[in-house]
């Protein structure tokens, strides 16, 4: 069973038994594949005695996106399992834990978390996470400050640089995010009521600039170690806990990418929301919801942060320097606003989008929430060099949802 | 001799005995160590016969400095003969060829270049080189624009940012140029006289904010592969010849660091002339040929690095986006600016210094001088991130130069 082969059940269940210290005692074991079969397969396994389950998750050598099929590094699995031990002691009970990783067969093995939802469903079904802002803030803080120049040796730094090159999988953010919305591509898909929209993003050359410059911020700038994929659809979560999960497009890039993921998916269920439920005030409460949750997490991300670099801080000069950490923030709060707004254009002209959104069935309303998505976002993008609080992305995401309204 | 130890003479001949392409049907070979031994041995092998001779540099496991020795990475000889072999394909003829490289024996044998000189001596000597602004420029353009992500496959790229993984040189950097001259270290060393400048360096606020920046910089901007050490005793040189050796501080950093070294080092030679020869209307010109020097060494480094874009850009936005290529190339003088002005600070109160300005005898003289250098440095990191063009370089270098001597 060295070599690499998709495994089956049974042979998922052996492997599963070899863990005595998760499943102790195990007589009879069962076992689900649940995942969906693009990336990785996803085995369910449960001891119905003990009531005890793990997750065995393994990477598929090809990905599978709208009935296309490409060769994908199973490499990806190494970088997801690194990732989450990392993650794991850095921002411990936030991420599932690694009981076990097989290079040979790119498997990881980890607790199962299925009594959580994942958070885009949550969010669809109007749950709210009280536990959330704290928790996501507290991740991002603890990951993205020590795995920085300023948290960590810079030697070590570098190595774990290397470690986490990743070029395949930034190859797919750097085309699906920073360059196909923006150009004619096979790989956009939008509903063709929505054409001109996707006309003007060809053609704005405001817009392009600024996705230019933060492009080239994701392709060269190695700040920290990044999740790389921090939308809700990667977060399972219940009222009282938050774990991040599938850290695959793991790599050292620009922090702001990461909390602008997070704040992007928030705004993007805000968008889905427009419209649909204009006459319902159970809606306008969830959007006060989704603001005061966005608010919360900068504000508490960027409290965190000044305290871990206070107290943390390896850095001399940046430590010392007057003016270097309003300035460090400032820049940071810029890149969180331009790349969350990369993150909205994409998710409704470009490959893959949200079911936020997509799942809205009445046309009318569902092209409201596109536009009122495609609105935000741009404003997002061309605020970015400009921003000075966050208060400003609330003021362009409200703003934007009432222009496409009006 | 296939493990690694320093070799003697005789070993470093019986090893050029074979490499017969080069010294064909060699008898009698000659070798001499010239080295100075801190950081590598030199042989310089000849073929009295035949008048063919070859260089073979073997890397020590130690750097000496003022000393002290600390033990230093063997990887900088397959990191500095990998660079050169990636620099000679990028500016054939301005690299010496590499013939051989031994991993085991941390050995690199390569073009001898001796009938040129060390290009630092040629200009104290008050040398006039035609071609090098020309030649230069070309090796930079060349070399950053071919691997940075504007003109290599980004795919590619991150896989050389992987290979050119340098923490131990790089540290040498962070300290040296981006710490240590802004603080009390053991690692500093400057004239008594000039404690008054010291003192002022380690107090002034603005400066460290601007060198944090730029540290910072140095730490995350993977942008391209840098020779990392680019001042004028790592240039060999004629009036008709160029050549750039010694890269074993290459790495993916900031354009602006390469850059930013030679017009450095150029400035260092126009701050010895201050006060030295201020009765002498030679040194007023050979400063003026210095100014027109570093003006035409950015003004063709400029339009080379946008040509290369115009022709061979593979990134579709980067090149599509208005006004992104002017204001990459703004930010690029930025850096440039800033670089500069860092590396010459370092060289006045910092460990390593620089023969143009300590060979001064005069102890009044050298003191201006020094005072000069750091007053140019200083006004040039100050000026960075304010910049236009690189008149505002020369401006500051005039500028700083005639209130020293006021």
Chains 1, 2 share one sequence.
């Not at 976002?377 to 208060?391: D, F, T, V, W």
């Amino acid at each position: 069973m060295s070599t690499y082969h998709p495994l089956t059940e049974n042979e998922a269940i052996e492997i599963a038994r070899s863990l005595t210290s998760v499943l102790p005692n195990a007589e009879t074991l069962h076992c689900r594949e649940i995942g969906d079969g693009n990336l990785n397969l996803v085995f369910h396994i449960t001891d119905p005695n003990s009531g005890r389950s793990l997750i065995m998750k393994q990477a598929l050598p090809y990905a599978k996106v709208v009935g296309e099929s490409w060769p994908l590094t199973l490499d990806r699995a190494r970088i997801e399992s690194e990732s989450l031990i990392i993650e794991g002691k850095l921002a411990p009970e936030l991420v599932p834990q690694v009981y076990k990783y097989d290079p040979e067969l790119a498997l990881t093995i980890m607790e199962d978390l299925s009594d959580h939802v994942i958070m885009r469903r949550g969010l669809i079904e109007g749950g709210r996470y009280p536990r959330f802002a704290e928790d996501i803030s507290t991740f991002l803080a603890q990951t993205l400050f020590f795995t920085s120049d300023l948290g960590m040796n810079q030697q070590e730094k570098k190595l774990r640089v290397r470690d986490f090159i990743n070029p395949e999988l930034c190859k797919i953010t750097e085309d699906l995010i920073f360059d196909d919305p923006y150009t004619v591509s096979a790989n956009n898909s939008y509903d063709a009521a929505i054409e001109d929209e996707a006309e003007e993003l060809r053609t704005d050359g405001e817009l392009h600039l600024e996705v230019a410059l933060l492009r080239e911020k994701f392709l060269t700038q190695a700040q920290a170690l990044l999740h790389g994929d921090l939308h809700t659809g990667s977060i399972f979560i219940t009222p009282e806990s938050t774990k991040v999960i599938d850290p695959e497009f793991a790599y050292f890039g620009p922090m702001g990418f990461d909390i602008g993921a997070v704040l992007a998916n928030l705004l993007l269920n805000y968008a889905s929301r427009d419209g649909w439920h204009a006459s319902d005030s159970e809606a306008a409460d969830y959007r006060e919801y989704l603001i005061t949750t966005i608010r919360d997490i900068w504000t508490q991300f960027e409290a965190k942060f000044l305290k871990l670099w206070d107290e943390h801080g390896i850095d001399r000069i940046a430590s010392a320097a007057p003016g270097y950490k309003e300035l460090y923030m400032k820049r940071l709060l810029q890149d969180t606003i331009g790349f969350a707004g990369a993150k909205m254009v994409r998710r409704i002209v470009g490959l893959a989008h949200v079911a936020d959104i997509d799942r809205i069935e009445d046309a009318a309303v569902r092209e409201r929430a596109q536009r009122t998505a495609l609105a935000i976002g741009k404003s997002l993008i061309k605020l970015n060099r400009r921003a000075e609080s966050i208060e400003q992305l609330i003021d362009a995401a409200v703003t934007a949802s009432s222009a496409v309204k009006a």
